[in-house]
């Protein structure tokens, strides 16, 4: 039993890397009730750890091929386990969402290393049980955050969301140092013979500037579109922040052209861009994480300043997503691999698009938790359905030495994804949950009490009403929370549908997946249905060259590497 050690090293750190992305929605009521924070707080306490794995997913992985994949795992670890330890400590918002981000940097660094890692640590047979596994522990991480935080959050405090990081990543940490084998750093090739032998090279460089670049665009994007529907889309705040987005933007594509023409790496060849299965599938992965789960900070939120339920409440209500997600992927993953691509991502975003129209008939004023059932059954549905496949159409849509960077560039997107659809919907939200606040006149100040209600204090709203009035205000937050939500879920339907249609009319099917999949079945590598399904599938090589393509279609890294058959990455499915 000792062979797989490494496997439960690389198991633990997952765990904990994604239980993070959802553990945290049911908290945010407790979080807002204990630092007195404002909606834009909890938006950025969710979007800090996206944003940082979404910036710097790609760059992550040219740092381990400089330093050494097993190097920078156990430094992701230990930087994840500081910054949770940080988190539970925070005496306030603003160091809790620096904490977050500082989360999403380690976050980073542990999701662009572990696939090389079991690439590395397993062969044969034994390869496709790790890669399963592995698959299944992520499935089962985002299925078990909201119930989880429910019950740390209830019977213990918030903090304890965070807290329970430090042993399982001290445990990881210590297994990884003994288990795992230690790596050289990579080098970027000048040349190999027919076998893949280095023939010289200089060690990996780092695209530092394109990195900087584009994470200044995302962030001041995703924060010009949470501060304009506070100060206003005409304000010179918001308007001086989308300018930086804009130049921040003009600087990546001028750094990544001009990195491309010296001959060296980019993050990301913009000239995939061009290609319209490739771009199609960007704008699907971007798409499909917001449109399914971009709504469910503002889900949880009405379920506890609402209808009352307890953290646990929550959670329970929550978990037909990521249930039917997990269920689906791992009953049809491996049979969705012999369709063309287009059909079952596109079918996916359309039956999210169903899900969230579902969602959007069932709530009413008066409406329960069951409301909620069908809609996110349908949207994990449609989750389960496109998500197996994301990565490995991706991959297939560009040239093979450029695999890699594709399966990095879907990570990116998606994460990215999710950030926009919580600063996008907020602003949905708030901004008709006013609308009707101010069209009876009992609340002084609409926008501010649409706030109120979107952070989690609809009570503290209610009593700051005249005594006569209270019961009028009452139902009349009842009514604006159900109506922002419908509002958000209609936005949610129109996101989803534009993905599945942009992929169905764009996406082609391509003859390098179906040759993957018979070279795979020349090989005998074994495909394992739980990690088709949990994760998108993961098939690599025996031989070493393997290693480095894996990496890559995590992080990001599109290096021509001789030789090496493509490999099918994976990416974490999220809630």
Same mark, same amino acid.
């Given at each position: ?16 890397l ?7 929605? %049911? ?33 992550s ?14 430094? #992701?670890?230990? %930087? ?16 809790l969402?620096?904490?977050?981000v ?43 955050g ?14 304890? /969301?965070?807290?329970?990081?430090? @042993?399982?990543?001290a ?26 032998v280095?023939?010289?090279g ?14 200044i ?35 990546? %594509? ?44 503002l ?5 506890q ?5 307890s ?29 063309? @691509? ?9 039956s ?5 129209? %579902?969602?959007?008939a ?41 695999? #890699? ?16 659809? /919580?600063?996008?919907f ?19 100040? @609409? ?51 534009? #993905? ?34 949990a994760?998108?599938?993961w098939? #690599? ?27 099918e ?7």
């Amino acid at each position: 039993m000792r062979k797989w050690w490494p496997l439960t090293a690389i198991c633990l750190g997952a765990f904990i890397l994604l239980v993070d992305v959802t553990i945290v929605n %049911v908290a945010l009521p407790s979080m807002a009730a204990d630092l007195g924070a404002s909606f834009t707080s909890l938006q950025w306490v969710i979007d800090g750890y996206a944003l940082a794995l979404a910036a710097l997913l790609l760059a992550s992985g040219s740092l381990a091929d400089r330093f050494g994949q097993r190097r920078s795992y156990v430094c #992701g670890l230990g %930087v994840f386990g500081l910054a949770s330890l940080a988190c539970g400590l925070a005496p306030d918002a603003e160091v809790l969402i620096a904490a977050r981000v500082v989360q999403g940097v380690g976050g980073a660094a542990m999701f662009a290393t572990a696939p090389a890692l079991l690439l590395t640590s397993y062969q044969g047979r034994d390869r496709g049980t790790a890669f399963g596994v592995w698959g299944a522990a992520n499935g089962a991480a985002a299925a078990a955050g909201p119930l989880l935080g429910g019950l740390l959050t209830e019977h213990f405090s918030w903090p304890t /969301i965070f807290w329970v990081n430090l @042993p399982i990543a001290a445990v990881a940490i210590t297994t990884t140092l003994r288990v795992v084998r230690a790596d050289r750093p990579a080098y970027q090739l000048v040349g190999t013979s027919g076998h893949g032998v280095r023939l010289g090279g200089t060690r990996a460089r780092v695209d530092i500037p394109g990195a900087t670049a584009f994470t200044i665009a995302a962030a001041t994007l995703t924060c010009g579109l949470i501060r304009g529907g506070e100060v206003g889309w005409a304000s010179v705040e918001t308007l001086t922040t989308f300018a930086v987005t804009a130049s921040a933007l003009i600087a990546f %594509v001028v750094i990544e052209h001009r990195t491309a023409r010296r001959g060296g790496v980019p993050m990301m060849d913009l000239a995939l861009l061009r290609r319209p299965s490739f771009a199609a599938l960007m704008s699907g992965a971007l798409l499909l994480q917001g449109g399914a789960f971009g709504c469910l900070v503002l889900v949880s939120l009405w379920l506890q300043s609402m209808l009352g339920l307890s953290p646990v409440g929550a959670g329970l209500a929550l978990t037909p997503l990521a249930g039917a997600s997990f269920l689906v992927a791992a009953v049809a993953g491996r049979h969705l691999q012999r369709l063309a @691509p287009h059909l079952p991502i596109g079918v996916g975003l359309l039956s999210v698009a169903v899900g969230m129209l %579902v969602l959007r008939a069932g709530m009413t004023a008066d409406a329960g938790q069951t409301a909620l059932m069908g809609g996110l059954a349908v949207t994990g549905t449609g989750v389960g359905l496109a998500t197996p496949v994301l990565v490995s159409a991706a991959t297939s849509s560009v040239p093979t030495q450029q695999a #890699g960077m594709a399966g990095g560039a879907v990570n990116t997107f998606r994460q990215l994804g999710m950030t926009l659809a /919580i600063a996008v919907f907020g602003t949905v939200f708030t901004s008709r949950a006013a609308a009707v606040l101010a069209g009876t006149g009992t609340v002084r100040d @609409p926008q501010k009490g649409a706030s109120a209600l979107a952070a989690g204090q609809a009570r503290r709203l209610v009593d700051a009403a005249p005594a006569a009035d209270r019961g009028a205000v009452h139902q009349l937050v009842h009514t604006a929370f159900a109506t922002g939500l419908d509002r958000v879920f209609l936005t949610s339907a129109l996101a989803a549908a534009i #993905g599945g249609l942009i992929v169905l009319f764009f996406v082609r099917p391509s003859h390098g997946t179906a040759a993957g999949h018979a070279t795979a079945r020349e090989q005998g590598t074994p495909k394992d249905d739980a990690g088709q399904s949990a994760k998108d599938g993961w098939q #690599g090589p025996d031989d070493a060259e393997g290693v480095e393509t894996g990496r890559r279609a995590a992080a990001g890294d599109g290096r021509e590497h001789g030789g090496g058959p493509r490999l099918e990455a994976g990416t974490a499915q999220q809630s």
